[in-house]
C-alpha cells in the first residue's frame, strides 16, 4: 500500500509445459471414457451375475501415467506460479505503499485548504475595513464641499460669538483635524493590507489546488496497482485451481480403475475357492502419489530485528478498551481504504462498494475508542509512537504489531494488527477476508516492530 510485475508466459510447442498439458489432458478424456466404459459394464446386472470386469494393464498404465503427467505439469507449473506469485504481492504492497502516500498528502490537502479558507476570509475582511475607510474620506470630502471650502475650521472660528467660543471651537477642531490625518493614514495602511491578504489567499488556494491533484495522482496510481496486483492474483488463482482439479480427477481415474481391478480380482478368487471359503481380504488400492511440492520462492533477506524497547507501562484500561472495541469488529470485511475513528466505511476503488476496514483503520478506530488519535496510516501510526517501542519478549495486551519491507525505513511498512495476548493479534487482513484474530507472526521476515501507544 510498485510496477514491473509480469506473468509467466507458456508456449504451447511440443516439448513445453502447455505441449505436454495438451497430450496429458488428451489422455486423462481417454481414461475417463475408459472408466467410464469399465464402471458401466462392471454395474451392469445380468441373469448370471456377471463378476466384475477387470481394467486390462494397459487401461491401468495409460491412468498411471495420466495422473503422473499431470503432477509433472503441476510441479512445472508451480514454481512458474511461485515467482508470478511473488511479483503479484510486491505490485500490491507497492499499492498499499502509494495507498498511504495518498492519504498523507490528502491530508495536507486538508491543512491547506484550511489555510486558504482562512487566507481568504482575512482577504474579505480586509476588503470590508477598506471600503469602510474610504466612506470615512468620502464622508469627510462631501462635508467640506458642503460647507463650500475644504477647510470649514475656518468658517467655524469666523462664526464664534465671542472669545471664549473662539477658543473652544478651536480645540475642537484641532482634534478633528488630527483624526482626519489619522483616517488618511489608515485607509492608507488598509489598501496594503487588503492588497497582501489578497495575494496570500490566492498563493493559498492555488497550493491547495496543486496539492490536491497531487493527492488525486497517487490515488489513480495506487489504484491502478491494486487492481492490477487483484487481477493477477485471481488468475493465478484460477489457473492453479485448474491445475490441481486436474490432477485430482486423473487420481480419481486411477483409483477407479485400481478398486475395479481389486473388486475383479475378489471376485474371481471367490469362484475358485473350496465350497466353504472364507473371504478374501480386500487389498486395500494404492494411495496416490502425492504431487510435487511447488517450488520455493526464494526469500527475501530477513530485516534487522528491533534491538529493544522505549515504551512504559501500559495503560491497561486503554488497552482494554482498544481491545474490546477491536473484538467488536469481527467478521466485518475489509475493505481497502475503509474505516477510521469513527467506525467502518466504504472503502476507495476497487472497494468503494465494500464496507468495512483496512488495517489501520481498524486500530485508528480501537484506539479512538480509548480517547487516543494514532494517526490514519500505519506507517504514522508507528512513527507517532516511535519513542514508545517494544521488544518482542516484551509485548503486552494493547500493543501494535507492524509489518513491512526495509527495518530500517518505516515507510516501507505496510500492515498492522492489535496485540492481544497469548501471541495472538486482531486484525483487517487482506480483500476477501474480515476482521479475524490471527497469529502475531512476529517471526516473520517481514515483522517490523511494535509500539505502545497506551504508555504513560
Not at 10 to 33: H, I, N, Q
Request: one cysteine or more; aromatic letters at 4%; charged letters at 20%.
Amino acid at each position: 500500500m510498485g510496477s514491473g510485475a509480469r506473468t509467466c508466459a507458456v508456449r504451447g510447442g511440443t516439448g513445453s509445459p502447455a505441449g505436454v498439458a495438451g497430450r496429458g489432458r488428451a489422455a486423462l478424456r481417454a481414461v475417463v471414457a475408459v472408466l467410464v466404459a469399465a464402471v458401466a459394464i462392471g454395474l451392469t446386472p445380468s441373469a448370471a451375475g456377471a463378476a466384475p470386469r477387470n481394467p486390462s494393464d494397459a487401461e491401468l498404465g495409460t491412468a498411471q501415467q495420466a495422473r503422473a503427467d499431470a503432477a509433472e505439469r503441476v510441479g512445472e507449473i508451480s514454481a512458474q506460479l511461485a515467482r508470478a506469485r511473488a511479483d503479484a504481492e510486491a505490485l500490491h504492497q507497492a499499492a498499499l505503499i502509494a495507498l498511504q502516500d495518498y492519504e498523507d498528502k490528502q491530508a495536507a490537502y486538508d491543512a491547506a485548504r484550511a489555510t486558504a479558507d482562512a487566507a481568504t476570509a482575512a482577504a474579505v475582511q480586509a476588503a470590508a475595513d477598506l471600503q469602510e475607510g474610504r466612506d470615512d474620506v468620502a464622508s469627510f470630502a462631501r462635508a467640506s464641499y458642503m460647507q463650500g471650502s475644504t477647510a470649514p475650521g475656518i468658517t467655524a472660528l469666523l462664526s464664534a460669538a465671542g472669545p471664549a467660543e473662539l477658543i473652544e471651537r478651536a480645540a475642537l477642531l484641532e482634534a478633528a483635524g488630527t483624526n482626519r490625518t489619522e483616517v488618511v493614514a489608515e485607509l492608507t495602511v488598509l489598501q496594503v493590507q487588503a492588497a497582501t491578504t489578497e495575494q496570500a489567499a490566492q498563493q493559498a488556494t492555488e497550493q491547495a489546488a496543486a496539492v490536491q491533484q497531487q493527492a488525486a495522482d497517487l490515488l489513480a496510481d495506487a489504484q491502478t496497482q491494486e487492481v492490477e496486483a487483484r487481477r493477477q492474483a485471481d488468475a493465478l488463482d484460477a489457473r492453479e485451481d485448474g491445475l490441481q482439479a486436474e490432477l485430482q480427477q486423473a487420481q480419481q481415474v486411477l483409483q477407479g480403475l485400481e478398486g475395479a481391478r481389486s473388486a475383479a480380482q475378489e471376485a474371481a478368487a471367490r469362484q475358485s475357492a473350496a465350497p466353504a471359503p472364507q473371504r478374501t481380504p480386500t487389498r486395500p488400492a494404492p494411495a496416490p502419489a502425492p504431487a510435487p511440492a511447488p517450488a520455493p520462492v526464494p526469500s527475501t533477506p530477513t530485516p534487522e530485528r528491533p534491538s529493544g524497547g522505549t515504551a512504559g507501562a501500559p495503560s491497561a484500561s486503554a488497552a482494554e478498551t482498544a481491545i474490546a472495541a477491536a473484538r467488536s469488529q469481527l467478521g466485518v470485511p475489509y475493505s481497502w481504504g475503509g474505516g477510521g475513528s469513527s467506525g467502518p466505511s466504504n472503502g476507495i476503488p476497487p472497494d468503494s462498494q465494500l464496507f468495512g476496514f483496512d488495517c489501520s483503520g481498524l486500530t485508528q478506530y480501537a484506539y479512538a475508542r480509548a480517547g487516543i488519535a494514532i494517526g490514519g496510516t500505519s506507517r504514522d501510526q508507528w512513527w507517532l509512537n516511535r519513542d514508545k517501542q517494544v521488544a518482542t519478549a516484551d509485548l503486552q495486551p494493547g500493543d501494535l504489531l507492524f509489518w513491512g519491507g526495509t527495518r530500517s525505513d518505516y515507510m516501507s511498512i505496510t500492515h498492522v494488527a492489535l496485540y492481544i495476548g497469548g501471541g495472538q493479534v486482531i486484525e483487517a487482513p487482506d480483500r476477501g477476508k474480515h476482521v479475524t484474530v490471527a497469529p502475531a507472526r512476529t517471526s516473520s521476515s517481514t515483522y517490523f516492530g511494535a509500539v505502545r501507544p497506551s504508555a504513560r
